[in-house]
């Protein structure tokens, strides 16, 4: 499997938490980086935390505070707790993973296996 699988998307109300998960068919401790990325109706893909195969983090600025991304080495899994959730964090979101040792926020880094995303809906 080289598909990363997300699940734990759903419907939640403003306030409320949802954890997602991205389940990686490669071992995650090694180089290489793995991202939650999410992409709402008319808005473009945008980056929202990563972490590399050292377990360095980065979480975009509109969701520090709030989301977490964290991973289960032994499950090859990757979460993304999100608490506080606001209707602007209504999106799509992909879980991806590049093999390359890199900054994993940088925006050339080539994430190369997507996921088929879960929906996180929220509502005020």
């Known amino acids: 499997q080289v598909q990363p699988v997300e699940s734990g998307g759903g419907s939640v109300e403003a306030g409320e938490s949802l954890r997602l998960s991205c389940v990686v068919g490669?071992?995650?401790?090694?180089?290489?980086?793995i991202g939650w990325f999410r992409r709402a109706p008319g808005k473009e893909r945008e980056k929202v935390a990563t972490?590399?195969?050292?377990?360095?983090?980065y979480h975009t600025n509109s969701v520090k505070g709030r989301f977490t991304i964290s991973r289960d080495v032994a499950k090859n899994t990757v979460f993304l707790q999100m608490d506080s959730l606001k209707p602007e964090d209504t999106a799509m979101y992909y879980c991806a993973t590049g093999s390359v040792h890199g900054f994993c926020s940088d925006s050339s880094y080539p994430y190369r296996d997507w996921g088929q995303g879960t929906q996180v809906t929220v509502s005020s």
């Open positions: 490669r071992n995650i401790d090694s180089r290489g980086c």
């Open positions: 972490i590399r195969g050292d377990g360095v983090t």
